[in-house]
């Protein structure tokens, strides 16, 4: 476990946000593999299939990450403070919740998935394979739910290793099963999607398994069910907010790919394949905000108000370089990344992905200023801003993605995506003001 609260906010924030840069990045790999093999094995069509459900995955697994993040927010500031039975008491009660909103979501989700299928103009020629495909990986939500209440719980306590070394396990597990169900057992998509479930399950049993043999602190008995009413409620309210924030954003993905899914397979397919090599940048990225959001909780729950607005500050820096580098290397080299899912002889479909990346990379420094500010914010329980951000962040992706792509085709609907970072911005850096000077008031206060 780390405690963030002492030592270099600079050399803090890195070491703790590096095993979260590797461990998003096996994240990804997740699902670029099913993309990856599908596309080199199963064909374009295949490709497709699984791409245009990637908005939908977002959806429901980003209000599982959300809802997961917001209630280790609680465990954070707890174990800043350090109340080590509050920590227990708070992870206890995520688990419990967690598998009640996974429950709720699986069962909604599978009812309705028709009806989003039809609403996003899914194409006749990838429908079937398609709602398979997600349907097995909604199926499995509370696998997703599992893995990412037990790893958040982790980081919150300043251990970020753990969860990457068996996220990496369930990636070696989720390729292996899906070469040998695509390749020698020919399911398919199928296949593809119950190795993914499968290998979040085993992801889920070795970090349970982790908790129980090597952390103290959020080693649980049966007295840390007792479950208050107003503790299960401070949970919901951290959770729900940002659970509905990410799923705001995903609301924004899928119109986004509905627009998309109106230029045709090849569009699909290029926004796919685009969309995967993207995500790599964006979750990087990422990495450094989360890592601010616990780092904010702990020091919040310290008290050390200073160190937030230092850690801020250093975390900017850092994350704003790296966008440039990411987005520099998206643009030179990203036709040949695209190689790796659709093959040399897709000519249109790497044109087309070679127009996503320039309508992104070169505003990646929009989106890590968005990640620091957001997840700080959340860090600190402001979890209204993010949400009101998020809601920006769908509007503008919505409208822009509809009217520029009647406009400039596919390049027009990728723009969409920096004028929505735009719109979150909106919202994100009038509260980070306020609350910079809410927190100098607190400091003087001490």
């Keep these: 476990m780390q405690d963030l609260t002492s030592g270099k906010p600079t050399k803090v924030i890195l070491m703790f946000a590096i095993p979260l840069m590797i461990g998003n990045m096996v994240q990804q790999l997740y699902n670029i593999s099913d993309t990856l093999i599908v596309g080199q094995t199963l064909g374009v069509n295949s490709l497709a299939a699984v791409g245009a459900t990637g908005s939908i995955q977002f959806l429901i697994m980003g209000f599982v990450q959300g809802f997961s993040s917001g209630m280790a927010i609680i465990t954070a500031q707890r174990f800043g403070a350090q109340d080590v039975r509050g920590v227990r008491e708070s992870y206890a009660t995520s688990i419990i919740a967690g598998v009640i909103m996974s429950i709720i979501l699986t069962v909604v989700s599978l009812v309705f998935l028709d009806v989003l299928l ?55 597990v989720n390729v292996t099963l899906e070469l040998l169900l695509i390749l020698k057992f020919h399911w398919g998509v199928e296949g ?27 080693r649980l008995g049966w007295s840390d069910f007792k479950l208050p009413v107003g503790d299960l409620k401070k949970h919901l309210l951290a959770g729900l907010p940002m659970g509905f924030q990410q799923s705001i954003i995903a609301i924004g993905a899928v119109t986004l790919a509905t627009a998309v899914n109106t230029l045709g397979t090849d569009a699909v397919a290029a926004n796919t394949a685009a969309s995967k090599v993207d995500q790599i940048s964006t979750q990087l990225l990422m990495s450094i905000g989360v890592a601010m959001a616990t780092y904010t909780a702990q020091n919040f729950g310290a008290g050390k108000y200073d160190r937030i607005l230092e850690g801020v500050k250093k975390s900017l820096t850092i994350s704003i370089s790296l966008s440039f580098v990411l987005g520099a290397i998206e643009v030179i080299f990203g036709r040949q990344l695209v190689t790796l899912f659709v093959g040399a002889g897709q000519h249109e479909v790497m044109n087309l992905a070679q127009e996503f990346f320039w309508a992104n990379g070169p505003f990646y420094f929009i989106l890590s200023t968005l990640f620091i500010l957001r997840y700080t914010l959340q860090g600190l ?20 993605a509809f009217s520029l792509v009647t406009w400039f085709g596919f390049f027009g609907a990728s723009l969409a995506n920096p004028l929505a970072w735009l719109g979150s911005l909106l919202f994100l850096i009038p509260a980070w003001r306020r609350m910079v000077k809410k927190l100098r008031g607190m400091k003087s206060a001490v």
């Design 118 to 172: 039809n609403v996003m103009q899914m194409p006749a020629a990838i429908y079937d394979e398609a709602k398979l495909f997600i349907g097995i990986i909604l199926s499995g939500t509370i696998m997703t739910m599992g893995y990412n209440v037990i790893s958040n719980a982790m980081r919150a306590v300043g251990d970020s290793k753990a969860p990457l070394y068996y996220l990496i396990i369930g990636m070696i």
């Design 381 to 400: 329980g402001d979890v209204r801003t993010p949400t009101y951000a998020g809601m920006g962040e769908m509007v503008m992706r919505s409208v822009t």
């Design 192 to 218: 593809a999607a119950t190795a993914t479930v499968f290998a979040q399950f085993v992801s889920v049993a070795i970090s349970h398994w982790h908790i129980t043999k090597f952390n103290d602190t959020l």
